[in-house]
Every structure is written in C-alpha cells, then in structure tokens.
RNA sequence: GGAGAGGUGGCCGAGUGGUUGAAGGCGCUCGCCUCGAAAGCGAGUUUGCGGUGACCCCGUAACGUGGGUUCGAAUCCCACCCUCUCCGCCA
C-alpha cells in the first residue's frame, strides 16, 4: 500500500516509480479523490463538534429540568446532515483506497530497468568443485519413474495433474531435504521456528498483497472464505498485523515449513514435465521483520542464508537481480537464486529473495515503537525461500545420479535418510 | 454441531443512556526525597484521521467487528467474529 501522505508531496515521482514495473498509476485521481475526502472530512467534523456540543446542553438542560425540544429538533437536522455526508465521505474513501491498494510497490533505484526476464542482472554464479559426468545424463522424471520414488500418474488420479506423489525413498528425500534446511536455518541462522496454518483469510492475503492481484493463483475455500496459502510467507508475516511491536524485539526472524499450494491459472508449456510447476510443493520460508535502515542488509543476510543451502548441498547455482517488471507485486528488490537442472538443461528458481520495505507493513497496519517514547513506525518486511523442495528435488536428484540411473545421497543429507548414501530403488 | 459465559487502555479491573478517551489498581517514565536504593509524595503515560511538513494546540473517530435506535451509546437492539466452559462428533 502506498504512503496517501507522500503522494500528496510527491504524485509524480510516485508514477514515475511506479511506471518502472510498467504499471500506469492514476495518481492524479487518487489526488483528486483525497482532497475531495479531505473537503468533507473537515465539514463532517465540523457538523459533528457543533451536533457534539448541541448534545451536551441538552444533557445539561435536561438535568436542569428545562424542556429542550427546540434544541433536540436542531440536533437531529444536524445529524442527518452529518450522516448524509458520512456515506458519501465513504464511497469516496472506499474508491480511493481500491485504487491505492491496486498499485505495485515502488522499485528500489537500484532495481535493474527493464519489464522481462532478458533485463534480469545475473549478480554470480557458484559451481561445486565437483567433475563433470562422463555420461549421458536423464532428466528427474525419466530417473525418478525408473526408481519408483515418484508416481505422477496415480497422483493425477487421486487428485489431479500436477499433484506429486512421492513414493518410498523419494518420499524420504523429500522430507530430509525440509529437515535439513529447517534445522539450518533454524540451528545455525537464528530463525524462530514457526508451524503455521497452511489456510489464510482474506485479510491475511490482503496483508502480504496477494490480493488483490493474486487472487486467481490462490485455492479458495469457498464455504469458508479461505485461501489455501502459496506460500507461508502469508501466515507468517501476518502474524504480527495490527500489533505494534517493542523495537528492541527487531528484528523479528522466522522460518516455518509449510506445503504451498498454487492454481497456476494461465501456466502451460514445457515447463510442465515432471516436478518443474507443481500445484502443491514444500518450502522452507524465511521472514524477517525489521528496522528501516537495516533491510537492505538483512536482503543479503538472507540471501546468504538461502544459498548456504544449495552450497552444503554442492549444488550449482546462479543469483539474479529482478528488473523492475519481473519483480512481485510487493517487492521493491528481490533476488531470484535459481540452480541448475543438468539433466532438464535449465536453471530453476528455487529462492525469491524480496525487500518489500513498508509496503506490507502498511497494508497490514504493522507497526514498532523504537525506544519508550515516539510514535510507532512501520518496520520493514522480508522474505525468502529457503528454500523450494520440489525444483530443488529436481536438481538434487539429476545432479546425482549415477550411470546405473540411481541417485546418491548428497552428504549433507545422509544423517537424515538414516546413513543412505544412494537411492537405488523404491 | 448444541448449551452457557465472556470480549473495556501495556496488564488487571470499574462503568445507572448525559460534559467518559474512559474510575481505581499494577506496570512504566520524569521529578522530589536519599550518600545510593527501597518506601513515600507529586506529575505524566492509547492510536488513527483532518486542520498544517514537524512540535504545540484545536476538531473528529475508536470500549471485539459491522449495522441500528437516540439530541446523545462502552451502556439499548440486530448480525457477525473470537475466547473460555460443558455436551456431542472426530484425526
């Protein structure tokens, strides 16, 4: 949500910002709609201090025994004046805050120019110190199948296509990889581990900006008014809506697993096959909620964290820096880490590394006071996978397998698939 | 799902439809006192919006949420949400 009180200074530099993520921002009627909404809430007030005042001597006259029909009469015109006036200073306000609520966040200045994924900056890349295989390499659905360690089909029947069902060993590596990347963040980086409902209300959606702009990417409850949630970033930074936090508890750091559910309304093509766009995959989110002047290092903190996954792991993987039209809705920065797939021959997104600033905060009414005394300020809001299993699945198992067509355990993982070192079937 | 109780400031807790943003207490902040502290005494201590960029000040709004009655609502009426207790059902 935008800062009302900065487009009132600023409107053209908003645009301007604005029109770096190729959005057209009507700033100049969301102008005119607040000072229409500016007008009437100091009449209305103004009818109200005179209606307040007119209330209170009738009080006193009444005490008094003193008839005051004379008085009440004038109080009640009004009040219906007041009234009057009350419904349409809504449907102003109500306009006004739509509009708002349906613009992106500003990008940072350093965010790269350009609105498609050819203007995105790759910031570096990491490779293992690992040899090249010598082999002719499969892709983790041909791998997987041939193991037995991932059932597409009997997924497709029991809910639909793009609902994995992992089998066995596979279903074991899928949750050594949640457990080994949670208790690293949570061990090792210091994040509060979080266990959080994966259903949200709208409010909740609102808060994080999935609505309103997301809202056909997300699985509705109908009967319940609930979104299945993307991703757990909802619930988790929402936790602290309209709370004012103690600043001295900044910054706040959470990390929760949760399953993340997605429609992928409008998504088809090749990137279909296997693993690579699933409906529902697990993940691993970091969140830190904290002081302005920190967020752009606690970016990077994050993203370090992020990627320390993918290096225990051997993994290779690159860093990009967003361009403005490529980053969500609500981000200002955001880093993509995507690793490399060597069977699919593709790199795979498994991080958004996001700075969404106060965007967020402001949305969700989230606020902190820093020391005893001075107003509550908004804090800002971040977030990052860390990271994605079912692409970081894919990479894992395409990055490891042998010419036999099994998979070895990457050594990190061995302790939690109870000292296998390689998937040799179901 | 059924029955009942309840939602008031950072916390506890009062509040007969009338000058109540809200008694009292706790906590916290500042001052006095003290060598220092405790105790005691005194003062202060919500947030949003508008006037005005900030302070001060003025106005307005907020007692779970949204409506309604009324000149006037924390108080009366309606709907909804949430919490607790009991019963039922259930992983």
């Known amino acids: 949500m935008h800062d009302i009180k900065r487009l009132r200074q600023n409107a053209d530099d908003v645009k301007t910002a604005i029109a770096r993520k190729g959005f057209d921002a009507d700033t100049a009627k969301a102008l005119e709609l607040d000072t229409r909404w500016r007008q009437m809430t100091q009449r209305g007030d103004e009818f109200k201090a005179e209606l307040n005042k007119a209330s209170k001597a009738i009080g006193m006259a009444k005490k008094a025994g003193r008839d005051a029909q004379e008085e009440m009469d004038h109080a009640r015109s009004l009040r219906e004046q007041a009234a009057a006036l009350d419904d349409e200073k809504r449907a102003v306000r109500a306009e006004l805050d739509t509009l708002l609520a349906s613009w992106p966040a500003e990008p940072d200045p350093n965010a790269p120019e350009g609105l498609t994924e050819n203007e995105n900056l790759e910031v570096r890349e990491w490779t293992p110190d690992e040899p090249a295989p010598d082999f002719k390499l499969q892709d983790h659905l041909a791998l997987a199948e041939g193991l037995g360690i991932l059932d597409m089909p009997r997924g497709a029947k029991i809910t639909g296509g793009g609902w994995p069902l992992y089998v066995g060993k596979g279903a074991r590596l899928e949750r050594a990889l949640i457990n080994f990347m949670l208790d690293t963040q949570t061990g090792e980086h210091g994040y509060n581990e979080l266990y959080v409902p994966f259903a949200v209300n709208r409010d909740s959606a609102f808060g994080t900006s999935q609505l309103p702009k997301l809202e056909e990417d997300m ?119 995507e690793v490399w797939a060597p069977g699919t021959e593709s790199w795979l997104e498994v991080s958004s590394v996001s700075n969404f600033r106060d965007f967020q905060a402001r949305r969700m009414n989230l606020r902190y006071r820093a020391g005893d005394h001075g107003k509550p300020e908004l804090p800002h809001t971040l977030n990052g996978s860390g990271l994605a299993t079912s692409r970081l699945m894919v990479a894992v198992m395409e990055s490891y397998q042998t010419p036999e067509g099994r998979i070895r355990i990457p050594a990190a993982l061995q302790n939690y698939m109870g000292g296998l070192d390689q998937i040799s079937g179901v």
Do not use: W
Not at 229 to 236: A, K, N, Q
Not at 267 to 293: C, M, S, W
């Open 219 to 337: 699985y509705l409850i109908e009967k319940d008014d609930l979104f299945l949630i993307p991703t757990s970033e909802v619930p988790i930074t929402n936790m602290h809506r309209n709370e004012i936090i103690d600043g001295d508890s900044l910054p706040l750091k959470y990390s929760a697993f949760s399953a993340c559910f997605r429609r992928e309304a409008g998504a088809y093509g090749a990137d279909t096959r296997g693993l690579l766009r699933v409906h529902q995959f697990n993940k691993v989110e970091l969140v830190q909620i904290v002081e302005p002047e920190t967020s752009d290092q606690t970016q990077l903190e994050i993203l370090g964290h992020a990627t320390e996954i993918l290096e225990r792991l051997k993994l290779r993987y690159r860093v990009l820096d967003l361009c403005c039209g490529e980053m969500s809705f609500g981000a200002a920065r955001c880093f993509d880490i």
